[in-house]
T-cell receptor, first 111, second 113 residues
């Protein structure tokens, strides 16, 4: 069974800082990995999808890297803003149809 | 295209009652997923449909839970004889054929009292 761990569990930073969110998974036989954002009481918003053959993917101020062999993915957020405050979830997809989620990193960016 | 739509957004029910949730996926997405999320946890997979066929069910989906996607478009998730432990956010997601990028709805928050 795929186990997903996200570190740190919570993070509070002042506006403007560059951030690193970490995701590790136990089964490296993944098809891809997706990063999501979740605002309180809301659904999930897809941020980035990295295929297993890719090393990284970028969208605006976000950059996600994937090291499949070591079971790690990292989400970089550049020049953080208060609007980035949310919970960030990573979810690798294995051989089945189910995304396996970690508990997420709760981010607070203060003005 | 308005994204994945879920109805209702909130449901409060008494223990023992039956409830039904609806999910409308992004049009032309043939893959549909249901997940459940409790407070402080990541979503947990419940079931997967490809068109109208239910291809995978989690062991979390007890006999009291049933999901359908009769015409390969919208889907319903029914919980019979609700229990307090069923209180959670129920999330629906869809993806297009040829891709596994999942798009989620806003969820249905169920509270069993």
């Amino acid at each position: 069974k795929q186990e997903v761990t996200q570190i740190p569990a919570a993070l509070s930073v002042p506006e403007g800082e560059n951030l690193v969110l970490n995701c590790s998974f136990t089964d490296s036989a993944i098809y891809n990995l997706q990063w999501f954002r979740q605002d309180p009481g809301k659904g999930l918003t897809s941020l980035l999808l990295i295929q297993s053959s890719q090393r990284e993917q970028t969208s605006g101020r976000l950059n996600a890297s994937l090291d499949k062999s070591s079971g790690r993915s990292t989400l970089y957020i550049a020049a953080s803003q208060p609007g980035d405050s949310a919970t960030y979830l990573c979810a690798p997809l294995g051989s089945g149809y189910a995304l396996n989620f970690g508990k997420g990193t709760s981010l607070l960016v203060t003005p | 295209d308005t994204g994945v739509s879920q109805d209702p957004r909130h449901k409060i029910t008494k223990r023992g009652q039956n409830v039904t949730f609806r999910c409308d996926p992004i049009s032309e997405h043939n893959r549909l997923y249901w997940y459940r999320q409790t407070l402080g946890q990541g979503p947990e997979f419940l079931t997967y449909f490809q068109n109208e066929a239910q291809l995978e069910k989690s062991r979390l989906l007890s006999d009291r839970f049933s999901a359908e996607r009769p015409k390969g478009s919208f889907s319903t998730l029914e919980i019979q004889r609700t229990e307090q432990g069923d209180s959670a956010m129920y999330l629906c997601a869809s993806s297009a054929s040829g891709t596994t990028e999942a798009f989620f709805g806003q969820g249905t928050r169920l509270t069993v009292v």
